[in-house]
């Protein structure tokens, strides 16, 4: 890398491109001297890399908006060039909706305003077109109050930009700052409370009192005007401007142009309920609310920082993470060297958690925040491994209220991340949760954390490293592999179904086709034997085949998984093949979802078949004590709709090619018409029509193009034929996932009159004969410490948070919906309110 790029890179950090020196002032006019002189040289190449450093970099905005004014005092073209960028970049930004980019450009503009580079007039102006843009979209007759969210994030980035610049606003355009002001305060007064519930961490909220009343806006807007009221004072951002004041007030201003807001979808006409409600979760999946604070640590843990360097600090390490998501190093290294003068571990940790945990999606998988994690544990050694074990404890002591999608993602980052530093953990501190009821969610969560680790490592050495904690065996899965039940034993004679099971495995050997197998099944089993027998010998034999591995399970479903076609045509019999399945593996949860799952990638079984295995009895009673069938079902309902968007991006793909196809048909067409009526001389004489061979050719071309276009237009009528079958489906398959969920809650759930909250189910004190009877063990019959909870509530309370968590997860397939599941599902006479209160919750949107 040049060495110019290097130092726009490295400003502001300890490394040997600026020698010893720490200082910004000395920094930044290193860099100058270097950066003035290559402008001269490929000013083309400075620009968009600067620009780049200063987007993707946004911690050191301040140093490259002091070295853009130091520029500016040289070379006015160039920056007025960079500011022309600005501007057009952050009208892209606006017409694509790129939250990331709007805000970071409009903190980058306050902050060329401090550099003496940004007239401030021309930022008041932007300022005020964002405001206004927000304050017309939640006006009831002149805007749309459904995309509040858009009308929102523009307020929070002129908010979010002011510690960057409100000092200088304050003291250069008083008046016009304070319009703002104004302003953003009418904005408040007209705008809807946003109540978020359904994405909250915990069930009783996870935050304080003192904020439980307010959105991140009103939060926001309270620590601006703190932060106003101390004098701009704060600690988090760095203002190397300072050292050059005296140098940047001869610099040149430049304006900002007039930008234009994009507009929000009109309101719907019909003032269906329904459809608003469908905005309102599109403006809000477009416009997401970044961070939910997770506060997690007690007060005295942190050190005495403001609310709003709080807040700088929150989006510097987000930024940090969005930007530099494919270099996990960096990431880390950035992360651990904010330029803050106070130490933020346990700040950094609550703000990794929260997006772990975050509702209803965090923006990368837990697999990258698992990767930085592990990355600043290595980096901070002294200091973030246990302020990252001390997040963990508190976590735990609250995963009975944590929401239950949250918790399966920290189920998943906790063993993920014990298997990186080789699965140490004092797991003696919760070796009490052996006391503990089975369906207790702190004794669940260890369950599931150790049942993990087994499918990340082999069952001794999660064996091996509970030592301190043996008796936390008793929650390790089964160590016994297949439960494989035509097994011979010594001395004693072949069963007749043993034999069959025997003989199947003789025929899978020699490999016989499928054809071959289903047609001696079909003569030699099913008449004889029946229709049970049969597929218990027919799965038993065929799995056991493919249990060695997963590549032997793939082998043998591809080869023998039309026998399973055809021997379980429609749901019910499938139900029964899934049973047979669960069976077989039933000492391990993880092959049987595999099995489940490729069976549905060959189609065969449907998602319709799984839902109902779901909700059957075998599995109803393991929904508050094991993750499996949750599990099961989440796959089905994944593949349904990885495969419904797999088919809109080929069909958006095939839609581009039918224009490019249809271009060229005109094209090839124009150039045949073209040849024909040019008047040519035959023999002397004038002939209509060009040289015949290239006429020839050009009808050739034609006649191509047409065979391309038409191909390509069958393609997607089949395409979209597909897609409109698989919506379809989809309705079914959702009428029947909310049906099930309804039968299985109706039947358990306490008497309306009484529990009609989730705090209500919690406050129910079981009878003593009841929680007597509940308090023992049923597999080994020991006595168990009482629960906050009993059996029976706990199961509402898993099975409603399931509920929840897959509702938000696929609104965006419900919507479309939703007027059908109303009038089928939502508006019975008999349907509980902590059923409708689950279903709102997640849609944000109330249910009649």
Same mark, same amino acid.
């Given at each position: 890398?040049?060495?110019?790029?290097?130092?726009?890179?490295?400003?502001?950090?300890?490394?040997?491109?600026?020698?010893?020196?720490?200082?910004?002032?000395?920094?930044?006019?290193?860099?100058?001297?270097?950066?003035?002189?290559?402008?001269?040289?490929?000013?083309?190449?400075?620009?968009?890399?600067?620009?780049?450093?200063?987007?993707?970099?946004?911690?050191?905005?301040?140093?490259?908006?002091?070295?853009?004014?130091?520029?500016?005092?040289?070379?006015?073209?160039?920056?007025?060039?960079?500011?022309?960028?600005?501007?057009?970049?952050?009208?892209?930004?606006?017409?694509?909706?790129?939250?990331?980019?709007?805000?970071?450009?409009?903190?980058? @503009?306050?902050?060329?305003?401090?550099?003496?580079v940004i007239q401030p007039a021309s930022l008041i102006v932007l300022f005020e077109?964002?405001?206004?843009?927000?304050?017309?979209?939640?006006?009831?007759?002149?805007?749309?109050?459904?995309?509040?969210?858009?009308?929102?994030?523009?307020?929070?980035?002129?908010?979010?930009?002011?510690?960057?610049?409100?000092?200088?606003?304050?003291?250069?355009?008083?008046?016009?700052?304070?319009?703002?002001?104004?302003?953003?305060?009418?904005?408040?007064?007209?705008?809807?409370?946003?109540?978020?519930?359904?994405?909250?961490?915990?069930?009783?909220?996870?935050?304080?009192?003192?904020?439980?009343?307010?959105?991140?806006?009103?939060?926001?807007?309270?620590?601006?005007?703190?932060?106003?009221?101390?004098?701009?004072?704060?600690?988090?951002?760095?203002?190397?401007?300072?050292?050059?004041?005296?140098?940047?007030?001869?610099?040149?201003?430049?304006?900002?142009?007039?930008?234009?807001?994009?507009?929000?979808?009109?309101?719907?006409?019909?003032?269906?309920?329904?459809?608003?409600?469908?905005?309102?979760?599109?403006?809000?999946?477009?416009?997401?609310?970044?961070?939910?604070?997770?506060?997690?640590?007690?007060?005295?843990?942190?050190?005495?920082?403001?609310?709003?360097?709080?807040?700088?600090?929150?989006?510097?390490?987000?930024?940090? &993470?969005?930007?530099?998501?494919?270099?996990?190093?960096?990431?880390?290294?950035?992360?651990?060297?904010?330029?803050?003068?106070?130490?933020?571990?346990?700040?950094?940790?609550?703000?990794?958690?929260?997006?772990?945990?975050?509702?209803?999606?965090?923006?990368?998988?837990?697999?990258?925040?698992?990767?930085?994690? @592990?990355?600043?544990?290595?980096?901070?050694?002294?200091?973030?491994?246990?302020?990252?074990?001390?997040?963990?404890?508190?976590?735990?002591?609250?995963?009975?209220?944590?929401?239950?999608?949250?918790?399966?993602?920290?189920?998943?980052?906790?063993?993920?991340?014990?298997?990186?530093?080789?699965?140490?953990?004092?797991?003696?501190?919760?070796?009490?949760?052996?006391?503990?009821?089975?369906?207790?969610?702190?004794?669940?969560?260890?369950?599931?954390?150790?049942?993990?680790?087994?499918?990340?490592?082999?069952?001794?050495?999660?064996?091996?490293?509970?030592?301190?904690?043996?008796?936390?065996?008793?929650?390790?899965?089964?160590?016994?592999?297949?439960?494989?039940?035509?097994?011979?034993?010594?001395g004693k004679e072949k069963t007749e179904e043993q034999q069959l099971s025997a003989?199947?495995?003789?025929?899978?050997?020699?490999?016989?086709?499928?054809?071959?197998?289903?047609?001696?099944?079909?003569?030699?089993?099913?008449?004889?034997?029946?229709?049970?027998?049969?597929?218990?010998?027919?799965?038993?034999?065929?799995?056991?085949?493919?249990?060695?591995?997963?590549?032997?399970?793939?082998?043998?479903?591809?080869?023998?998984?039309?026998?399973?076609?055809?021997?379980?045509?429609?749901?019910?019999?499938?139900?029964?093949?899934?049973?047979?399945?669960?069976?077989?593996?039933?000492?391990?949860?993880?092959?049987?979802?595999?099995?489940?799952?490729?069976?549905?990638?060959?189609?065969?079984?449907?998602?319709?078949?799984?839902?109902?295995?779901?909700?059957?009895?075998?599995?109803?009673?393991?929904?508050?004590?094991?993750?499996?069938?949750?599990?099961?079902?989440?796959?089905?309902?994944?593949?349904?709709?990885?495969?419904?968007?797999?088919?809109?991006?080929?069909?958006?793909?095939?839609?581009?090619?039918?224009?490019?196809?249809?271009?060229?048909?005109?094209?090839?067409?124009?150039?045949?018409?073209?040849?024909?009526?040019?008047?040519?001389?035959?023999?002397?004489?004038?002939?209509?029509?060009?040289?015949?061979?290239?006429?020839?050719?050009?009808?050739?071309?034609?006649?191509?193009?047409?065979?391309?276009?038409?191909?390509?237009?069958?393609?997607?009528?089949?395409?979209?034929?597909?897609?409109?079958?698989?919506?379809?489906?989809?309705?079914?398959?959702?009428?029947?996932?909310?049906?099930?969920?309804?039968?299985? &809650?109706?039947?358990?759930?306490?008497?309306?009159?009484?529990?009609?909250?989730?705090?209500?189910?919690?406050?129910?004190?079981?009878?003593?004969?009841?929680?007597?009877?509940?308090?023992?063990?049923?597999?080994?019959?020991?006595?168990?410490?009482?629960?906050?909870?009993?059996?029976?509530?706990?199961?509402?309370?898993?099975?409603?948070?399931?509920?929840?968590?897959?509702?938000?997860?696929?609104?965006?397939?419900?919507?479309?919906?939703?007027?059908?599941?109303?009038?089928?599902?939502?508006?019975?006479?008999?349907?509980?309110?902590?059923?409708?209160?689950?279903?709102?919750?997640?849609?944000?949107?109330?249910?009649?």
């Amino acid at each position: 890398m040049s060495n110019w790029k290097t130092l726009l890179l490295r400003i502001g950090e300890k490394g040997p491109e600026y020698g010893t020196s720490s200082d910004y002032k000395d920094h930044i006019e290193t860099c100058f001297g270097v950066i003035r002189r290559e402008i001269e040289r490929s000013g083309d190449q400075v620009l968009p890399f600067l620009l780049q450093c200063a987007e993707q970099l946004p911690h050191k905005i301040p140093l490259y908006g002091t070295l853009i004014g130091l520029l500016n005092l040289e070379n006015e073209n160039f920056v007025r060039k960079l500011v022309e960028s600005v501007q057009a970049d952050f009208q892209v930004a606006l017409d694509s909706g790129n939250c990331n980019s709007i805000r970071i450009l409009l903190r980058f @503009m306050t902050s060329l305003l401090c550099s003496k580079v940004i007239q401030p007039a021309s930022l008041i102006v932007l300022f005020e077109t964002l405001l206004s843009s927000a304050a017309t979209t939640v006006d009831e007759e002149k805007g749309n109050p459904s995309w509040q969210a858009q009308a929102d994030f523009y307020v929070i980035c002129i908010l979010s930009s002011l510690p960057w610049g409100g000092a200088e606003l304050a003291e250069q355009v008083p008046e016009e700052i304070e319009r703002v002001v104004v302003g953003i305060q009418a904005y408040l007064s007209i705008r809807k409370h946003s109540s978020t519930s359904g994405l909250n961490f915990f069930h009783n909220g996870e935050i304080d009192s003192s904020l439980a009343d307010k959105d991140f806006v009103e939060d926001l807007w309270d620590r601006i005007q703190s932060l106003a009221s101390n004098g701009w004072k704060l600690d988090s951002v760095p203002r190397p401007h300072l050292s050059f004041e005296a140098q940047l007030v001869a610099g040149k201003f430049h304006e900002i142009g007039p930008i234009k807001c994009m507009e929000q979808p009109s309101p719907p006409t019909d003032l269906s309920r329904a459809y608003s409600g469908k905005q309102k979760h599109d403006a809000l999946m477009r416009y997401p609310q970044r961070i939910r604070r997770l506060n997690i640590f007690p007060a005295n843990k942190m050190e005495d920082v403001q609310p709003i360097d709080r807040f700088v600090v929150e989006e510097y390490l987000l930024d940090v &993470l969005f930007y530099l998501n494919g270099c996990r190093k960096e990431c880390a290294s950035y992360m651990a060297n904010l330029p803050v003068p106070f130490r933020y571990e346990y700040l950094m940790a609550e703000t990794l958690f929260s997006q772990i945990l975050l509702l209803p999606q965090p923006p990368f998988k837990t697999l990258y925040y698992t990767l930085v994690i @592990m990355d600043l544990c290595k980096a901070l050694p002294g200091a973030f491994p246990a302020v990252v074990a001390g997040a963990v404890r508190a976590l735990f002591e609250k995963i009975s209220d944590l929401d239950m999608e949250s918790r399966t993602r920290l189920i998943l980052w906790f063993s993920h991340h014990l298997s990186n530093f080789q699965f140490i953990w004092p797991w003696e501190e919760w070796a009490y949760v052996l006391d503990l009821p089975k369906w207790a969610p702190k004794r669940v969560f260890v369950q599931e954390v150790l049942q993990r680790e087994v499918r990340l490592s082999y069952w001794d050495k999660i064996k091996q490293s509970i030592e301190s904690a043996s008796a936390l065996e008793e929650l390790l899965p089964a160590k016994a592999g297949s439960n494989y039940i035509y097994a011979l034993e010594e001395g004693k004679e072949k069963t007749e179904e043993q034999q069959l099971s025997a003989e199947l495995n003789r025929k899978v050997k020699e490999k016989q086709s499928a054809r071959d197998m289903m047609v001696w099944i079909e003569e030699a089993i099913y008449p004889v034997h029946g229709f049970k027998v049969t597929l218990t010998v027919v799965v038993q034999s065929l799995l056991d085949i493919g249990s060695k591995s997963f590549t032997h399970l793939v082998t043998v479903l591809e080869r023998y998984g039309q026998v399973f076609a055809k021997l379980c045509p429609d749901n019910d019999k499938q139900m029964m093949l899934l049973s047979q399945v669960s069976t077989y593996w039933k000492n391990n949860v993880q092959m049987t979802a595999v099995a489940i799952d490729r069976m549905m990638g060959y189609r065969l079984v449907s998602n319709q078949a799984i839902v109902r295995w779901v909700f059957s009895p075998e599995n109803v009673d393991q929904f508050h004590v094991s993750d499996q069938p949750w599990e099961i079902l989440g796959n089905a309902l994944n593949k349904t709709y990885n495969r419904i968007s797999d088919l809109r991006k080929e069909i958006s793909n095939i839609t581009k090619n039918v224009l490019v196809a249809e271009k060229a048909l005109a094209n090839a067409r124009a150039e045949l018409e073209a040849a024909e009526s040019k008047l040519s001389l035959v023999e002397g004489e004038p002939v209509l029509g060009d040289n015949p061979a290239k006429v020839k050719r050009l009808k050739s071309t034609v006649e191509k193009a047409e065979e391309a276009e038409l191909s390509l237009r069958e393609s997607l009528e089949a395409k979209q034929a597909l897609l409109n079958r698989a919506l379809s489906e989809t309705e079914v398959l959702l009428l029947l996932l909310f049906q099930s969920f309804l039968g299985v &809650l109706k039947e358990r759930l306490p008497d309306p009159t009484k529990v009609r909250s989730i705090h209500d189910l919690k406050s129910i004190v079981a009878e003593d004969d009841k929680s007597s009877a509940m308090d023992v063990d049923s597999e080994n019959g020991n006595p168990k410490k009482s629960c906050e909870v009993g059996e029976r509530e706990q199961w509402c309370l898993s099975t409603l948070g399931y509920l929840t968590a897959f509702t938000r997860q696929y609104a965006n397939e419900i919507w479309p919906h939703m007027k059908k599941l109303e009038t089928e599902v939502f508006s019975g006479e008999d349907v509980h309110p902590l059923f409708l209160q689950a279903i709102s919750s997640a849609l944000q949107f109330p249910l009649q």
